[in-house]
């Protein structure tokens, strides 16, 4: 009789264990009735294995121009890029940077990143949630230094050499998604209202107005 008690306390600990929701691979995946009108899964519909071939699997990157107001250019590898990666859960990012470049906070709702620096001088970052007060990680990376950034959290890198910079970001997940702060805020579309942003940041209406005003660039 023990045993047996010992054999369906393993098996419900099994079941908890698994009783879980995969991660979602878009910002949202509204459901529906009539299988007809859908028109996105979580992920791609799959080629027929027999179809496949070695190009499926290949991209080239060329450098990025980082010519523009904040000095940096992403060039992603996300599923959308490069079919193949349908499934795998990894995805990969080139970053250039011009002397001084940002790549302005933001995050990864999806994915959590590595990164490696194969040229110049970065000063990068990451904060904590409220739960662990804010707290703010910082390094300086240079040219075979590897920096983590978990998943969700704001994080930054900022060009801090005399030269151009070019880091490899790899992430966890096919389509890990990216919320540049600022554009969130001050370019969502509609906007958000004044009301709410200047109590967030306890600031006067036409700080916020001057903000949603500006030219929020999008350097993916």
């Known amino acids: 009789m023990k045993v047996l008690y010992f054999l369906v306390s393993i098996l419900a600990l099994a079941s908890v264990s698994f009783a879980y929701d995969p ?13 007809k009108d859908g028109v996105f899964v979580n992920g791609k519909f799959c080629k027929d294995p027999a179809l496949v071939k070695a190009e499926d699997f290949f991209k080239h990157i060329d450098p990025g121009n980082p010519v523009n107001a904040l000095g940096s250019q992403v060039t992603p590898v996300f599923v959308d890029q ?22 302005p906070p933001h995050i990864h709702p999806r994915g959590t990143e590595i990164l490696t620096v194969l040229e110049g001088t970065l000063y990068v970052g990451f904060v904590t949630s409220n739960q662990d007060k804010n ?24 060009n801090v050499g005399y030269g151009n910079a070019v880091a490899i970001a790899a992430l966890s ?4 998604g990216v919320i540049t702060i600022a554009n969130a805020l001050f370019k969502s579309n509609p906007l958000i209202s004044d009301e709410v942003l200047t109590k967030a940041f306890q600031v006067d209406k036409s700080i916020v107005d001057y903000l949603q005003g500006q030219t929020w660039y999008d350097n993916n």
């Open 23 to 35: 991660s979602p691979l878009q910002d949202f995946c509204v459901a529906i009735k009539d299988p």
């Open 173 to 176: 997940s096919q389509n890990p």
């Open 82 to 103: 490069l079919f193949g990666l349908n499934t795998l859960g990894i995805s990969l990012a080139r970053i250039d940077f011009a002397p001084k470049g940002l790549n």
């Open 135 to 158: 707290r703010l990680f910082t390094k300086v990376l240079n040219k075979g230094d590897v920096f983590v950034f978990p998943i969700g959290l704001i994080h930054f890198q900022l």
